[in-house]
């Protein structure tokens, strides 16, 4: 997943199966990423609709990667992903769209539960819960990266 900065340990932690090794903080993700990976990842994910992110993203990629994204842009009039044409021939690149997860509900929440039980999805790990009332304070915190998911419930509940 490459991302804008946010408490990547803490995200590392609930997923195991990501690499805490790249982190925005400290120079170009893609320039990490590939001194982890030389011959790029097959899968980048993101969830923040920017564009520097996502062109961040496709630099990471490998032969026949694909760049999933499920961000919705703040300003979608203005956000563009900028795709190297050359280089997304050359390795095969696949930029797609995801709807809702893209997913058939009766098979994936199935698999979802079995991988939480097994302790290998622990989702409740990166959800913060806050009162509806402290709407504002969700959204700055997950622009500020200090929560990964925020559910808001309806005061006193």
């Not at 630099?59 to 842009?73: A, H, R, S, W, Y």
């Not at 009162?131 to 622009?143: E, R, T, V």
Request: glycine fraction near 12%; include cysteine; charged fraction near 20%.
């Amino acid at each position: 997943m490459v991302g804008r900065p946010f408490d990547h340990r803490r995200f590392a932690r609930a997923a195991d199966s990501l690499h805490a090794g790249a982190d925005p903080a400290a120079g170009a993700v893609s320039e990490q990423v590939r001194g982890l990976f030389p011959q790029g990842v097959n899968f980048a994910f993101d969830t923040t609709g920017h564009a520097e992110v996502l062109a961040e993203a496709v630099q990471c990629l490998g032969n026949q990667g694909t760049l999933g994204m499920v961000g919705v842009p703040s300003k979608p009039d203005n956000t563009v992903l900028s795709l190297p044409v050359i280089q997304s021939m050359l390795l095969g690149l696949t930029a797609k769209g995801i709807v809702e997860g893209d997913s058939d509900p009766d098979v994936f929440i199935p698999q979802l539960i079995e991988l939480y039980e097994a302790g290998k999805f622990p989702f409740d790990e990166l959800i913060t819960t806050l009162p509806f009332s402290k709407i504002n304070d969700g959204i700055a915190m997950q622009h500020g990266g200090q929560a990964v998911k925020v559910v808001l419930v309806h005061d006193g509940q």
